[in-house]
Each structure stands twice: as C-alpha cells, then as structure tokens.
C-alpha cells in the first residue's frame, strides 16, 4: 500500500523533499507539486526528469487527489496551507517553523483536536539524526549524571540576503529550540539574547550577526547558544552537554582525516541538505510509515510547534529589550498526551 503525496512549495528543501519523495522513500506516489510563482514547480519537476508528476495551480485544487501534504512553502505561507489541510481532513507534514506566531499554532492545535487524533507533523528533523539520537540515550542511560550546562553552535556558512536579525532565531535557532528540551527532557524558563560585535561578513549592516542565546530550563540547566549565519567557513553543528560527571558531545560527521603538507585536518560539510540528509530520509519515511501502519503520524507534534513559537518569540522580545524574557505557555491539551509518540 502507498501513500498518495503532493508538496507545496517548491524552493530549495522543497526540490529536495521532491527528489527524496519521488527516488528515494518507500510506500509513496508522488502526486503532485504546486508553487505559488508562475513555472518553479514545472521547471523543478523537469530538473529531477518528473514527468509524471501533475502540477497544481494552489493547495486547495491539490487537497482532493491526495492523503497527505508536505509543506515546504515559505514560512509565513505555513499557518493557512496546514488549516485548509486539517479542515480537509488529510495528513501534514509541515516543515518547520510550523507557522510564524504562537497564535497561528494555538489555532492549529485547534483544527487538529476537532479531528480527534494526530493528522500532523513537523519537521524537526534533527529528533531524527543519529548522532542527536545517541546523545539523548547517553544522557538517559544516566552516564554523565545530570546534564548542568550545554554549549551549542548553529553556524552556516552563508545567508541569503534577505536573511533578518529575528530569523537568525524563527529560522535558524529554531532548530536547537525544539531539539534541546527534548534532548534534556526539560521545558524552558527564560531566554536571553546577547548580541557580540557585528560581523563585516553579512550581506546588509542591517542584520545583528552572529548572535548568544542564553536558554535557562525550568530545573535550572543553562544552554548557551552561538548562532552565526555568515560564518564562511562551513556548516558547523555543535552540542556539548556538561553532566556531573562528564561531558557528552554531539558526534562529528564521520570524515576522513587528511595529514598532508604538513597539515592535519577533516572536512566540515557547508549545506544543511547534506549534513542532515539521513535525517530527512528517517523523518519523512517515519511520517509515511507511521500513517500507513498506526494511522497517525508519531513525530514532533503541533504542540512542539507551539513550544518553538513561543520560545522563539521570547527570544525575539529580548533581542529588542536585551533583558531576561520568561517562556510561558498555555496549558497543554491532553490530546497530545493521548497521542503515541515515540519521540517524545
Ligand atoms: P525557498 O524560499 O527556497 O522556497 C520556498 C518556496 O515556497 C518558494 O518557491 C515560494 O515561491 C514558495 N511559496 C511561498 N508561498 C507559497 C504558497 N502560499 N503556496 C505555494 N508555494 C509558496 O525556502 P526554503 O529554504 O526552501 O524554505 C522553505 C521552508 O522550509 C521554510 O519554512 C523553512 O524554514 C523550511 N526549511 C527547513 C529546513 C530544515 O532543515 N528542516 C531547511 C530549509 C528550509
Ligand atoms: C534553514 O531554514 C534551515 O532550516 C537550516 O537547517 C538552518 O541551518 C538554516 O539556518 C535555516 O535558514
């Protein structure tokens, strides 16, 4: 049995969660693309040789062929593509942010309770990576104690231009956001933002790069955060938990190790598409997998979406005050208690 698809937004993860849809997941039809500028979802299509893929004028004209959406539109697209879904009664996978205000997420939740079990997922994929995975059985299974302090890096080498000081955090850091707390098993209790000296390096002098987050957590971990995104030299993912009796670390992507012209070195990747790229395969096929067999996806759920947006606007209040800003959350539907998830 397989699982008829369409995806909305073909840019860059877009085309690629194309390709991985079309070649490379099992127990899947590609239906159909739909982007909203005029020829980007056809000349991706031609690009990866898709010839029997149909291409949609919008959402809405796609919903009725298929049982569930990829959406890799745009972030500030997500809120209106994953209702019309929801209310259509299909499944979402939603990459993240899974919309850009904590109230678009609240109202999200709310399409998805009426339905009465779980229809959607979101794209932290980074649940999904072995290396993460492996750190979390480490901190679990109890080998460094209790983890203190975590040291993290989220560094590209380059952004695009339109790149702002408050997507370093709703784009970028997001991703550590929803990792870290369910890395810890911890919520969080305060953020902060610190801004360093300016790099030369970025596109506009409008933006505020690289930039410190200081997350604190409810039984006190305190996580710093360097967020870079005009760093040049690569794509440089960093976590390092402080335990009470020792420290685990994120494993580095395997590489070989070069000892010529008197140098010593290892290659650091520069694209997210390559770094996370089993990841991505896990976490779609999860989805399709989870949806053919259980009937409900068991991935990172609407209310982690929520838990992000809210953090991440805490975190944006403080690039603007530069004080200590608390996270707090609405209480939790039990609806997402009642739901399997073996991520959580
Ligand atoms: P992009 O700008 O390359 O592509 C976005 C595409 O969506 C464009 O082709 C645009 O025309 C289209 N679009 C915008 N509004 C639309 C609508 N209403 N209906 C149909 N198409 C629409 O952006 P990129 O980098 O591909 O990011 C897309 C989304 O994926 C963002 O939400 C981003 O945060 C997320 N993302 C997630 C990553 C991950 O590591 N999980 C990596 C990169 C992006
Ligand atoms: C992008 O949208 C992603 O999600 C990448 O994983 C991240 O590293 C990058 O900073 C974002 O722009």
Redesign the pocket.
Known sequence: MSLKVGL????????DHTRRLAFTLNNVELVGV????DG?AEQVLSELGLKNVKVYK??LEMLPDVDAVF????????A??VIHTLEAGKYVFC???LATTAEDCLRIIEAEKKYGKRLLQV???RRYDSGYVELKETINNNTIGNPLMLHCRHFNASAVGAYTTEMLIT?TL??EIDVLHWLINDDYESVQVIYPKKTRTASSDQIQDPQVVILKTKTGICIIIEIFVNCQYGYDIVCEVVGESGIASLPEVPSVALRKGAQSSTKILTD??ER?IAA?DIELQDFIDSILTDGQPKGPTAWDGYIAAVTADSCVKSQKTGQVEKVILTEKPSFYDLTSSILA
């Open positions: 909305i937004g073909t840019g860059a993860i877009g085309k739909t982007d909203i500028v980007r919008n959402d959406i890799t539109a745009s972030s500030t697209a997500h209106e593509i990459e993240k942010p794209g932290f994929m784009e997001i991703h997210w598409k996370f991505y």
